[in-house]
């Protein structure tokens, strides 16, 4: 079945490191990948999204390009701040799942944390 | 922009307690989703509607029902609480193949 693997955490950065948080995932035809953030306290948030090959999701300086090649969807920031800290969850959609919705594949999510 | 709303924030029961927990949808999202998110854990899908009808059905205890109503808000009823139960409780909706959003979720503490 379809799965999604993350890179574990816990990943501690200083502030204006660069980031990266692994994604890989396995589905039957051309899934949507996405990265939710969990703030502490707070409910899930649509991050960034990508819904077809080659396709580059970018919000609030993350970006994540969809490689079909790899299988991959790597979060990446270029200079990370105190206020990204917060744990990062990869997700996938399979539009060949059956019926009218799609629910979302889960990564086991990555904490990160970063130090001013 | 209308966010998914879910009641209550926060719940405490016992054990053996029922709790109902309610979702209302962004307006004109056909598609309602719930999850259960334990400490330190992704989340679980538990149960989908699309159109008021059960589309899909997760890892959702039989303990636990719920339905989508024709204002298309739905609740997810949980009986005989277990303290497993502990846990965030997230309601999503989407219009069709659109991504989904999530409300703030419910924290239901059974001690």
């Known amino acids: 079945g379809d799965s999604v693997t993350q890179m574990e955490g816990p990943v501690t950065l200083s502030e204006e490191a660069f980031l990266t948080i692994n994604c890989t995932y396995t589905a039957t035809g051309y899934p949507s990948l996405f990265w939710y953030v969990q703030y502490p306290g707070e409910g899930l948030q649509l991050l960034l999204k990508?819904?077809?090959a080659d396709d580059k999701g970018s919000n609030k300086g993350f970006e994540a390009t969809y490689r079909k090649e790899t299988t991959s969807f790597h979060l990446e920031k270029g200079s990370v701040q105190v206020s990204d800290s917060a744990v990062y969850f990869c997700?996938?959609?399979?539009?060949?799942?059956?019926?009218?919705?799609?629910?979302?594949?889960w990564g086991l999510g990555t904490s990160l944390g970063v130090n001013p | 922009a209308a966010g998914v709303i879910q009641s209550p924030r926060h719940l405490i029961k016992e054990k053996r307690e029922t709790a109902t927990l309610k979702c209302y949808p962004i307006?004109?999202?056909?598609?309602v989703y719930w999850y259960q998110q334990g400490p330190g854990q992704d989340p679980q899908f538990l149960i989908s509607f699309y159109e008021k009808m059960q589309s899909d059905k997760g890892s959702i205890p039989d303990r636990f029902s719920a339905q989508q109503f024709s204002d298309y808000h739905s609740e997810l009823n949980m009986s005989s609480l277990e303290l497993g139960d502990s846990a965030l409780y997230f309601c999503a909706s989407s219009l069709r193949d659109t991504e989904a959003f999530f409300g703030q979720g419910t924290r239901l503490t059974v001690v």
């Open positions: 997700a996938l959609s399979d539009p060949f799942q059956a019926g009218n919705n799609r629910k979302l594949i």
């Open positions: 307006p004109r999202h056909d598609t």
């Open positions: 990508a819904t077809k």
